[in-house]
């Protein structure tokens, strides 16, 4: 089970990443840019998942960017329940997922997945030739 601490610390290991308060929660971006931050649900949210039947979750609720559309939707059919999606996310490239249902190995694939998504093409570009070396073959 990961914890809003585990959040902090894989988001320290990652190039250029800070944090603010955003809309009054806290966020976790790189150069600006948020790419995960705390997302509790509103009566709206709880509304809109109890009317079409959803599970409404009463566990610490983080957002993550994805790369585009077609991702997120991927994603959400991959483990419907880690992650999850309200109608305020509508075409929006980012779900939600249960902290409280994400080991510490998963949660690093998860934020790093989403700073990528977020990150400017270069920094992105270096980050991931660092992490993963020179491709075979040269």
């Known amino acids: 089970m990961a914890t809003w601490e585990d ?10 990443a800070g944090s603010r308060v955003r809309w009054g929660n806290h966020s976790w971006t790189v150069r600006d840019k948020a790419y995960a931050w705390v997302r509790p649900l509103n ?20 957002a993550v960017s994805v790369d585009d559309l077609g991702e997120k939707e991927a ?16 075409n929006y490239a980012a779900v939600l997922l249960r902290l409280s249902r994400v080991d510490r190995p998963r949660l690093d694939e998860i934020l790093t997945d989403a700073w990528l998504a977020r990150a400017p093409k270069r920094l992105a570009d270096a980050f991931l030739a660092e992490r993963d070396g020179p491709p075979e073959g040269r």
Do not use: N, Y
């Not at 709206?44 to 998942?49: I, T």
């Not at 994603?75 to 509508?90: C, E, G, R």
């Open 43 to 62: 009566k709206s949210d709880v509304r809109a998942l109890t009317e079409s039947g959803r599970e409404v979750p009463d566990e610490p609720i983080l």
């Open 75 to 90: 994603v959400l059919a991959q483990d419907p329940d880690l992650f999850f999606d309200i109608p305020h996310f509508a």
């Open 7 to 16: 959040v902090e610390a894989v988001a320290a290991e990652l190039p250029e």
